[in-house]
C-alpha cells in the first residue's frame, strides 16, 4: 500500500509474511487453504498493495502469530 503523506511515501511492507511462512513451513498453497484467501490476494501482498484487515486478521490466525511478524510499517522520503 502506497500513499503520500507528507512530502514522504508510507509503505506496508508484507515482507515478514514470507519469512513467517518459512519458519511455519508454510507454503502459499498450504496458507490459501488455511486462510480461505485466493491467489490474487497472494499476487497482492506480494506487491505490497492495500489489504483488508479481515484477511490480516485471517493470516495471523492461520499462522499463529501477530501483525508485527507479517507486516511493517517502512516511510520513505
Known amino acids: 500500500m502506497k500513499k503520500v503523506k507528507m512530502g514522504g511515501i508510507v509503505v506496508i511492507s508484507f515482507d515478514k509474511l514470507w519469512k513467517t511462512m518459512e519458519q511455519r513451513n508454510i ?27 479481515k484477511t490480516l486478521d485471517k493470516l495471523c490466525t492461520a499462522l499463529d502469530c501477530r501483525l508485527e511478524d507479517i507486516a511493517e510499517f517502512i516511510k520513505k522520503d
Open 27 to 53: 507454503s502459499t498453497y498450504q496458507l490459501r487453504e488455511k486462510c480461505g484467501i485466493d491467489s490474487k490476494t497472494i499476487r497482492r501482498l506480494r506487491a505490497n498493495e492495500n489489504m483488508e484487515t
